[in-house]
């Protein structure tokens, strides 16, 4: 049982920054991917960025350079990186990870609000 666990949200003005963190325990898988993704009131979850199988990174086109994902293979976690934030970016964010073959896993999440 691969348990997530987020971390780094809060309350931010607009243009300013925040790094989220999910750390994953339990994997034992030797190949997974771990991405983001965020769901904001009354619309569908969506990807914000994830690490592929291929050692690539995909991005919403609403996030693509404002955003960074980066991961610390040996602490098993992943961060997010969110600079000029925008009240459009606020959402419940979540993590996930992904083994071939196996279920997805995903966090309980973690608010993120852009309001002045």
């Known amino acids: 049982q691969v348990q997530l666990a987020e971390s780094g949200g809060g309350l931010v003005q607009p243009g300013g920054s925040l790094r989220l963190s999910c750390a994953a325990s339990g994997s034992g898988f030797s190949v997974y991917v771990m991405g983001w993704y965020r769901q904001a009131p009354g619309k569908q979850r969506e990807l914000v960025a994830a690490f592929t199988f291929s050692g690539n990174s995909n991005y919403g086109d609403s996030v693509k350079g404002r955003f960074t994902i980066s991961r610390d293979n040996a602490k098993n976690t992943i961060y997010l990186q969110m600079n000029n934030l925008k009240p459009e970016d606020t959402a419940v964010y979540y993590c996930?990870?992904?083994?071939?073959?196996?279920?997805?896993?995903w966090g309980q999440g973690t608010q993120v609000t852009v309001s002045s």
């Open positions: 996930n990870h992904r083994a071939p073959g196996r279920n997805t896993y």
